[in-house]
């Protein structure tokens, strides 16, 4: 068995991120044990060396976030999937790929904290952290699947991006969406986009800092490429002091995703047009919403839903257009508050109401959520 | 090759960054002749890693060669899996004793422990150079710096022998006072697979040497060169003796499967087991 045929599968959200990544042509992991997301590397530690691929286990997430950059510039698709702990000791080495655009794959499937928190359980509280977790200034992009359908879709999606932009893509799921075993479609392999990166031209000398994404040699491939976190030029030598060759770099490194929303944005809209009250949600939480917005209607109550499936950079267009008709937005997440801000700047002519729960791994039910809409009486 | 040495032909066309007297220029000077004596017309069979400090400076982005210049201490995993994707390669790794035993320590004994084929060269000059002088794992008892001004109050670790004890194929340490020396164990290191740690131990007038009390360069080579203690003869010396000595040579030369080997045979066994599925 190469990569996993077309047809129909029963899995966990967890191996259907494995197998995508399988699929989409990832062949380097390395990672380091953490739950809730140990059936990723279990279950690659297994498959990759199938398809030629290589499995690791590091000393530590720093190692193991290193060990992904570096299969990347020795030219491979590299992933790890790791919980916030792991994914706090990697955000010094995110900044280091998003500095020299190096393209992989950071599965973060978010578990309770902050700290040690409750390690087994579900939670959504590392919104900002995927946005803002590196110091300086940077651009983020990250994923936000709802089902394992999704695990395996935007997986794919994930590494494409990563391959066409030249940056980290993070893939921010939840301990739930990793852990429910649901049917799942693999598509024929030809109905699946692939993207691989731009690689450079025998005489190409030019390899960072574009707007419109240099293309990238692999080591040990006679280009003596010069890769560097420390402000460079477009040849990779260092200008440590000079603000003009930083602003135009970290400028370019920035626009580079900046000017993509459009490429880089997908949400779901479900009823968004005449409602009169608006949700917005993501992930395992989103799941909720549906029935909802149904109990709502049979109350008489026009309501819209904005599902994120791209969190960063922020479905800024969407929000407006939801915001357009609602004058009220339900912003439910399993955290303290983190979307909600987002939402809050975006829609700052309607009344935006967060929707929070936290500890123990419970969601938020469909009672909780049609209580909020509910809560007011009908606003026209 | 005919032509005599120059270091430049495997260099980009920049201006070095090292202080006036560095030990570095000596130590980049001495693999780059090993590089040259095994024939090598070009650094095209080579990868570079380092991290953060002025070592990792020597080769990035200094080689005309393919250099990743990592963060501070996370050199080793880098190359790790630069040395697996890519294994024609010949990876070398050079850092500063900061990055390499202090903040990358983790990494170094692990990339021991699994026999990586990688070339780890370490500059010890016993300090934190770059930011100033502070104290170092390295720097000697009682030594003082920006951060220990009434002397360090820390023992210094052996990194050569902490390499041993990991598992490592080949670890030895010279100095800058030991340019052949150290140039001859490049080269068999650069001719032989798995683990492999050259020690430089190398002055730093800047930061290290004046504060330590050496009065000049010539001062500091020769208290290497008095200083240094054949392994053999260290080994029957006991600590006392040892006091302020740098013990030199080989400390390891042996054969283990390394990394890649053991990686590639699981590809192998692999790929008969999913072609029965």
Redesign the interface.
């Known amino acids: 068995m190469r990569t996993v045929k077309a047809g129909t599968y029963f899995w966990s959200g967890n191996e259907a991120c494995a197998e995508a990544a399988i699929t989409v042509g990832c062949r380097f992991f390395a990672g380091y044990p953490i739950s809730p997301a140990n059936e990723i590397p279990e279950h690659l530690s297994e498959r990759l060396p199938q398809v030629d691929g290589i499995f690791i286990q590091m000393e530590d997430e720093i190692a193991s976030i290193g060990a992904v950059m570096g299969a990347s510039w020795g030219g491979r698709k590299a992933m790890t999937a790791t919980s916030g702990p792991g994914f706090s000791l990697m955000q010094e080495t995110i900044g280091w790929g998003f500095m020299t655009e190096t393209p992989c794959v950071i599965v973060d499937v978010q578990r309770v904290g902050p700290g040690t928190g409750q390690a087994t359980k579900c939670a959504q509280g590392d919104i900002m952290q995927a946005r803002w977790g590196t110091h300086g200034d940077y651009a983020a992009i990250a994923l936000s699947p709802n089902s394992v359908q999704e695990m395996f879709e935007l997986t794919i999606r994930a590494f494409n991006l990563a391959e066409k932009y030249r940056t980290p893509v993070i893939l921010l799921t939840d301990e739930t969406t990793a852990h429910v075993r649901e049917q799942i479609t693999v598509p024929p392999r030809e109905e699946l986009e692939i993207i691989d990166r731009k690689k450079p031209k025998t005489q190409d000398k030019a390899f960072f800092g574009s707007e419109n994404v240099a293309p990238m040699p692999s080591v040990g491939e006679n280009f003596n490429v010069a890769v560097t976190a420390s402000t460079h030029d477009e040849y990779g030598v260092r200008f440590t002091q000079d603000p003009a060759v930083h602003r135009r770099m970290v400028g370019a490194l920035n626009a580079k995703i900046g000017n993509h929303t459009d490429d880089l944005v997908e949400v779901e809209n479900y009823k968004v047009d005449d409602c009169d009250v608006g949700i917005v949600s993501f992930g395992c939480t989103s799941r909720a919403v549906y029935e909802a917005v149904e109990a709502a209607e049979a109350e008489g109550l026009r309501v819209g839903f904005v599902r994120l499936k791209t969190i960063w950079p922020f479905p800024e267009k969407e929000i407006r257009h939801l915001a357009h008709n609602a004058k009220k937005i339900i912003v439910a997440e399993i955290n303290l508050g983190q979307i909600v801000r987002e939402v809050q700047r975006v829609a700052c002519n309607s009344e935006i109401v967060p929707l929070n729960k936290i500890g123990g791994g419970q969601l938020i039910t469909p009672e909780e959520i049609l209580a909020k809409i509910l809560e007011g009486g009908k606003k026209k | 090759m005919t032509e005599t040495f120059s270091s430049r032909r495997y260099m ?1 066309d ?1 201006k070095l960054p090292f202080c006036p007297g560095c030990g570095l220029f000596s130590l980049s000077d001495a693999f780059l002749k090993a590089v040259y004596e095994l024939g090598n017309e070009n ?2 069979k080579f ?1 570079f ?1 380092s991290g953060i400090g002025c070592s990792s400076w020597i080769p ?2 200094y080689f ?8 501070h201490g ?1 050199s ?7 040395k ?3 294994p ?2 010949n990876v070398v790794v050079f850092g500063g004793d900061g990055d390499i035993v202090g903040i990358g320590l ?2 170094f004994i ?1 990339a021991a422990r699994r026999n990586t084929d990688i070339l780890v060269i370490m500059g010890n000059n016993m300090v934190y150079g770059m930011t100033g002088g502070q104290v170092a794992p390295t720097t000697p008892f009682k030594t003082r710096t920006t951060t220990t001004p009434y002397g360090s109050f820390e023992h210094p670790l052996d990194a050569a022998k902490l390499a041993v004890a990991a598992g490592a194929a080949y670890s030895a340490r010279w100095t800058t006072a030991h340019p052949t020396e150290l140039k001859e164990s490049i080269k068999k290191a650069l001719q032989l697979q798995g683990f492999r740690f050259i020690e430089a131990v190398t002055q730093c007038p800047t930061a290290y040497g004046r504060r330590a009390g050496f009065k000049d360069i010539g001062e500091t080579l020769r208290y290497f060169k008095e200083n240094a203690v054949p392994a053999e003869k260290a080994e029957k010396m006991n600590d006392e003796e040892l006091e302020k000595k740098i013990v030199v040579g080989e400390f390891v030369n042996r054969k283990r499967p390394t990394l890649v080997e053991t ?1 590639y045979s ?2 192998e ?3 008969k ?2 072609e029965q ?1």
């Open positions: 980009r920049l650094l095209d990868c890693a990035s982005p005309l060669a393919d250099s990743v210049h990592t963060l996370r080793i995993p880098v190359a790790t899996s630069i697996l994707v890519r024609n390669l983790g990494h692990h990686v699981v590809l066994e692999a790929k087991s999913g599925d």
